[in-house]
């Protein structure tokens, strides 16, 4: 299935979820805002977020310093 991810055309499984994306990725366990077709995703809703063909993701990651 094809999605576009910050951007970038991204593939994955279909039936993927929010969760499996961020693992995919390499943003599992990191504290990111995920953003499905312009609409906030709460972070309790990423495992049964399941992403579709076409979806436009934005993940964004929180970043320290002073």
Excluded: K, W
Excluded at 12 to 27: H, I, K, P, R
Excluded at 51 to 65: F, M, N, P, Y
């Amino acid at each position: 299935m094809h999605i576009t991810l910050n951007g970038h055309p991204h593939d994955c499984g279909q039936g993927s979820t929010v969760s499996q994306l961020l693992l995919a990725a390499g943003y599992a366990g990191r504290r990111v805002a995920v953003e499905v077709n312009h609409e906030i995703v709460p972070r309790s809703q990423h495992d049964g977020h399941a992403l579709h063909e076409g979806d436009q993701v934005e993940i964004v990651h929180a970043i320290g310093g002073g």
